[in-house]
């Protein structure tokens, strides 16, 4: 279980996550919403490791995981898929998604054996990239790629993590309308495994709704709201942060 | 076959394949198709920068890594030999002990740096390596007692690798079989198995996690990968690369001085080498080197010709003076970085596709 | 933000650490007068650098070609004008000097300004090509000044009014040292004055913050780094004559000798920081000098110690600059 | 209807490989205050820094008092009267309150009156006058950033989120402030997602969504209704076009 105290971070005076404690189970697929500037993908950095938290723990299983830098915390099952595309460019789709098998084998620091001979990492690899249907396009370089298929293709980065807990930063931003349903059946296919906690940063609330099985939303940095979707998406209080934008009502009034 | 030997990494082009079958041959077959000193030396240089520059580009092309300290690790390889040798006499276990102890030093420094700098920015490494390098080399001329100074060191060589050793009677397509040949055998074939075993590690998942590296060190770290450790085994592979690389020039010259193995003028050169070459493609050293060393060697006497044409303008018969070829070849490194990222080698890849 | 003298204070301590070690206040003196002087003309030269970096992420491994040029420009005007040189009288010395040095300044500025427009521009904001570029154009640089000035050494002496010391009881300070000091803290105050009381000092220090933002307030700010470029080579030219004379020698080498010494003393200051530079090249003078005397064979490792001294305590450098 | 002071036609950009906008257009008129509106990532931010030449169009035109400014370099463009306020507020932290108005006021120093008058909107900025502007609280630096945008006169004001992490008190001096602006000298384009604060404000809005302008209209008409809010601005579903 994946799980917040009181984390907070400050840059200069403002503090851009503010106290948040939660708790995500497997099992079960969590929005986070909020307006611009809300904090979520503070929170989202927080969590991965890409930024150090000014003070509120980060437990993984209940283990205090707060001061492990970003790689650590990827091996432990900490998979995210980042907002901006992020990918290796001048690397073919295929490498990409090798390198990701590769962290879990941890062959990363054999020397002298041939990557070409390590079939068992290609196979995987080619399942996560025809997972995301982009199997075609396996030699391609990734920076050749068109938009669509390197949002796929980031998503395959994280399948080949095989994470207990996967983050996605808006998954779909920037995508054609058609290219949008292979990644949410993606993500409808981990959550039917049972097991996986996944957590969503999404701003087209159809998205959210249709797939949430519980939403949290951040306000100034604040956990405002905390519930099932029907109930929190018609609360006040988001209504409030999303469209009215003063400072926000007590979380729990 | 072949591709296990290059460790799956094919030229991809025709002619790249043709210059390196002809490389690889040409300095096999040197001794007796250019007899003579001078040419066996130049084939012998050859050799050494193909190892020096290739283990540059793991840093430099593979990894991103700029760093002006390579010639740093080149010189503590070959002055560890031939230290070793002045005080422990002509013997080939003087050697190992020079060899050995030049492979310490170098990857403990190596590791060190690496580990107290390689976080930070690329500039910000390539100006600490420089003062590092540039300290060291003055430190190098100011220990007489153990370098020989500016002066270098002077040596013998085990007498198996002298002239006066003689393999066998007689000589072998008029070229007598004696120990100078023995050396550049014993040279050609390290080159040769430490340019492979290069191949190998970049070739290897080790080298696709540097490539990655190079490529988003970001994304990198955000997968698993630590990029301080691998950042810093690539500076440790490439400084043991180089250190032998210095062994092997040592033992091939039975002299070592700060000109020939710690200056920054040798800096320049694998660096041109590598970047004319094409960067991170290994083959692209191997073709840098053979280039540099030529050039070094007889574009001078080319140049000679066109100083002599030139004689009567002034200053134009100074460009093509022939102590002026780094000059031809600074403005081909700079051209090279604007138009042709990937050098020759590059190049050649593309005309294919 | 406070103003931060910590690093300030590190100059004195290092020389009040240095009287005990040194033992005699004599050699103190002369020591402490030397490692000023060195430091000043360090400064000299790698305030430009520090200000471009500052201001376009911009560094030029080339720097040490414009040090060079200045010291060839000086010292073939100097010669030219020799009968001036060795003239006992200060005027004439002067005569001599000045238009060197003015010529040191003017066509290392001039090649600045063609060095930003062929080398530099095309290769904005891609630090890995930066470095290849620039360390190419110092390569041809230095063999084109072997073209031109020949591949040997020139001597140069100094100016006879320069030339000895100043007895001021058993200290002997030397009166190139003290002119040395004297023009270092001009330079120093006049870049002080210009980037804390004009118009175009704050546009340079708004720019080293945000460069953007300067644009969209209606500033063209390539104008400014290019002229802030011109300016810097201008001053590195300036800083080589001095060495130059210094040294009594010049070679071809002597930029890239020296560009080491300034690249250390730039890290040392915090990249962009005219302030850091100041405090970290007398730093470096200071300190070079008291070790060469009180342990010469330590002494060519002290500035790399200083450095990894330095970045462990400060790992920005003394006045790490605010960026964004 | 008289020319609009800047009018936005098929503007595209890419930034580096990816396309933000894809042939955004509205109108800012003159003397009027605009209102772009969005959900998270719709490209808002962006079409401000195309305006100001800080991203360069691809395609289309941006014309400004007649004139198409697509292409002009970012000083020429703020020289044309445009000043630009962005989401990071970008206030030099090293330069004090005085010196960050100083560099903005590009045609001399400050003039007096209008400080005064600047003065009494952000009272903070007096009181810290002489202060480095990073020692300034969030919200003094959204007022400097503003501040620094209309020290002079300018024709046209670019804003990025003006309210973001501001106190209500100053939200309320900053409404007064934009409104003598816009009645005096002024036309204003304003970035927010504080709606409260935009429905106050705004003459005409534009809403944007996935890099194209999605709705232009009356700000009146537009906050009456609330389908349409709720369609364009995410918290109502309905379907993702």
Known sequence: ?253 | MVRAILSDDLPRSRWLAVALVLIVVGLAVAPFLFPGAKSLNVAAKICVFIVLAASFDLLLGYTGIVSFAHTMFFGIGAYGVAIALTRLGAEWTAVAVGIVAGLIVAVALAALIGLFSLRVRTIFFAMITLAVASAFAILASQLPALTGGEDGLNYRLPAALRASFSLADGTLFGVRLNGRLVDYYLVYAASLVLVLVLLRVVNSPFGSVLMAIRENPFRAEAIGYRTVVYRTIASCIAAAVAALAGSLLALWSSQTNPDTTLSFDIMVDILLMVVIGGMGTMYGAVLGAVLLVFAQNYLQDLLGIANQALAGVPLLAGLFHPDRWLLWLGVAFILCVYFFPTGIVGSLRNRRS | MKKDWLPLLLIPAVAVVALPLVGSPTSWVTLTAAGLAMGLMIFVMASGLTLTFGLMDVLNFGHGAFIAVGAFVAASVMLALSPWMTVDSLWLNLAAVGPAVLAAMVVSGVLGWGFERVIVRPVYGQHLRQILVTTGGLIVAEQLLKVIWGPDQITLARPTALRGAFLLGDVAIEKYRVLAVIVGLVVFAALAITLNRTRIGLLIRAGVENGEMVEALGYRIRRLFVGVFVAGSALAGLGGAMWGLYQETVTAAIGAQVAVLVFIVIIIGGLGSVGGCFVGALLVGLSANYIGFIAPKVALGSNILLMALILLWRPQGLYPVAKR | MAEPLLSLRGVKTDIGRYHILHGVEFDVPEGGLTMLLGRNGAGKTTTLRTIMGLWRATAGEVRFAGRNIAGLATPDIARLGIAYVPESMAIFADLTVQENLTLAARSGPPDQKRLDWIFSRFEALKRFWTLPAGNLSGGQKQMLAVARAIIEPRRLLLIDEPTKGLAPAIITNMIDAFRELKDGEASLLVVEQNFAFARQLGDTVAVMDDGKVAHTGSMAAFAADDALQQHLLGMGMGEHQ
Do not use: W
């Open chain 1, 1 to 253: 279980m994946l799980a917040t105290e009181d984390l907070t971070i400050r840059f200069g005076g403002h503090a851009a996550v503010d106290g948040v404690s939660c708790a995500f189970q497997p099992g079960t697929l969590t929005s986070i919403v909020g307006p611009n500037g809300a904090g979520k993908t503070t929170y989202f950095n927080l969590i991965s490791g890409q930024l150090a938290a000014t003070s509120g723990k980060v437990r993984l299983n209940g283990e205090d995981i707060t001061g492990y830098a970003a790689p650590r915390r990827s091996r432990l099952g900490l998979g995210r898929a980042f907002q901006l595309t992020n990918l290796f460019p001048n690397l073919s789709a295929l490498e990409n998604v090798r390198l990701a098998v590769q962290v879990k084998s941890g062959k990363g620091l054999d020397l002298f054996s041939r990557t070409l001979g390590h079939r068992e990492l290609i196979d995987r690899a080619m399942t996560h990239l025809a997972a995301v249907s982009l199997a075609e396009r396996a030699q391609a370089i990734a920076a050749t790629l068109p938009h669509g298929d390197q949002r796929k293709l980031e998503v395959a980065i994280l399948l080949a993590l095989e994470p207990d807990i996967f983050m996605f930063d808006e998954p779909t931003a920037g995508m054609s309308i058609d290219e949008v349903p292979t990644v949410l059946d993606i993500i409808a296919a981990i959550k039917a495994r049972g097991d996986k906690t996944i957590l969503l940063v999404e701003h087209k609330m159809d998205v959210v709704r249709s797939l949430s099985d519980r939403i949290v939303v951040l306000h100034q940095g604040k956990l405002v709201a905390d519930g099932k979707p029907a109930e929190v998406i018609n609360s006040d209080i988001v209504r409030e942060a999303y469209l009215g934008g003063a400072a926000p009502r007590d979380a729990h009034g």
